[in-house]
């Protein structure tokens, strides 16, 4: 973008690309994610009382963690594909201002979820 190889009526099409492999790439880690957090809850041995009482316990830590990983990573997925694509619009440099506004977009909103 700053180097001049994306105009503007490519925009959305270079947008969508970002979505769709934001979309692969959050499912994947949050599948991991929610995988391995559901097994370690379900085997962790101080969950056992949990267990008992709750045996649906682990499976819904496994989707807490799906959901927080998926919801944060596409959050970022827009973010950091829309952000140069503003400061462009706006007449700012992309490289400038999209490092910082996307790291400090997404501590705010990351930890939300």
């Known amino acids: 973008l700053g180097t001049g190889h994306i105009d503007s009526s490519h925009y959305v099409s270079n947008i969508k690309k970002e979505i769709k492999s934001g979309l692969l790439a959050a499912t994947v880690a949050a599948t ?3 995988l391995i957090g559901g097994t370690w809850s379900y085997l962790d041995k ?3 009382d949990i267990i008992k009482t709750d ?3 682990p ?3 496994g ?3 799906f959901m927080g990983t ?3 990573m596409m959050i970022s997925t827009v973010n950091g594909a ?13 490289a400038k201002i999209a490092g910082p506004l996307e790291t400090a977009f997404q501590d705010v909103v990351g930890q939300s979820f």
């Open 32 to 34: 991991v994610m929610s």
């Open 46 to 48: 101080d969950n056992r």
């Open 55 to 57: 045996p649906e316990h």
């Open 59 to 61: 499976f819904v830590f």
């Open 63 to 65: 989707g807490v963690l």
């Open 70 to 72: 998926w919801i944060s």
């Open 82 to 94: 829309g952000t140069p694509i503003l400061a462009q619009l706006l007449k700012l440099d992309p």
